[in-house]
């Protein structure tokens, strides 16, 4: 694995993130799926499963590159991008935990749906982390991400709509 490695997981972790997003954005505007594509909706979870694991290489790449020194920690706590790495981290490690049938039981569908649209800050997170690094292509990485934030808003004012009375 090369010093390149560590940014091959997280593309990877990105792109089913995005994925995942633009198939509950299609979801949210009633697009009908083909049968062919239909499993993408039962496995929803799983992807998003996935995508902590690729984020969670990362993160294990990250900390063997600074061979674990303290220093490493301490740059966690005091360089904002990293920061938000972390917090976006500890977000999809949450849920992550709680994409299984016995969280969505003792959650019950409700709780487990608002807690699982913390997706949506992390996305947020996610972002700002990767435009902060300075190695980044921002051009691809503004591309990228732009797609999915125009598909949100519109998807996010259709859910304040439903709630409204």
Not at 103 to 117: G, I, P, T, V
Not at 143 to 160: D, N, S
Request: glycine share 4%; proline share 3%.
């Amino acid at each position: 694995m090369g010093i390149s490695s560590i940014f091959v997981y997280p593309l990877r972790g990105a792109c089913l993130l995005v994925l995942n997003l633009l198939i509950g954005a299609l979801i949210a505007y009633s697009v009908r799926f083909p049968k062919y594509l239909r499993f993408l909706l039962q496995n929803r979870r799983w992807l998003g499963v996935m995508t902590f694991s690729y984020l969670s290489f990362h993160l294990m790449l990250y900390l063997t590159m600074e061979v674990f020194e303290t220093q490493a920690f301490t740059q966690m706590a005091t360089k904002l991008y990293l920061t938000l790495g972390v917090s976006a981290f500890s977000i999809m490690a949450v849920l992550a935990l709680t994409s299984n049938d016995f969280s969505l039981r003792k959650l019950d569908f409700k709780r487990w749906k608002n807690l699982h649209r913390l997706v949506h800050l992390t996305l947020c997170l996610i972002t700002v982390h990767v435009m902060m690094i300075k190695k980044a292509d921002l051009i691809f990485c503004g591309i990228f991400f732009a797609g999915l934030w125009l598909t949100e808003p519109p998807r996010l004012l259709r859910l304040k709509a439903k709630r409204l009375p």
